[in-house]
């Protein structure tokens, strides 16, 4: 519980960072922790990685989206797009480029295309949600 809470915390501060309200933080915080407990619980059950990771975006961004729906007079994008940020693969990029810059090109390229999957899976569990509640 206490890497859900200080995962959810950043998150909440990154929607600070980027211009969201004390309201928007709230959610975010929210969504945040919705979606890596969903996360952790489809790791400890040992799904396919991509699913995991598109069930924590899901489950953040459904959490967001719910919010906006209820009809509160929210930017949602801050909340939105804050949410997953936790998902973003940044060690497996980092790592993509250090190889390529090194001359392992096939370790980079396989490193590569992995973040391109984890980054595709978040990108498909927003797209879900948005499609869900027809966001604009």
């Given at each position: 519980i206490i890497v859900l809470t200080?995962?959810?915390l950043s998150g909440a501060a990154f929607c600070f960072?980027?211009?969201?309200?004390?309201?928007?933080?709230?959610?975010t915080f929210g969504a945040t922790f919705c979606g890596l407990f969903m996360r952790q619980e489809a790791i400890k059950r040992k799904f396919n990685p991509y699913i995991c990771v598109y069930v924590g975006s899901f489950v953040a961004s459904?959490?967001?989206?719910?919010?906006?729906?209820?009809g509160l007079n929210i930017n949602f994008e801050h909340a939105f797009a804050t949410s997953v940020l936790y998902l973003i693969p940044g060690v497996p990029l980092i790592n993509c480029f250090t190889d390529l810059i090194d001359g392992n090109i096939l370790n980079?390229?396989?490193?590569?295309i992995n973040a391109l999957m984890f980054a595709l899976a978040i990108a498909l569990g927003l797209l879900s949600v948005v499609l869900i509640f027809n966001l604009k």
């Open positions: 200080f995962v959810s960072t980027f211009g969201g309200k004390w309201l928007e933080m709230v959610i459904l959490f967001a989206g719910a919010f906006v729906k209820a980079g390229v396989v490193r590569g």
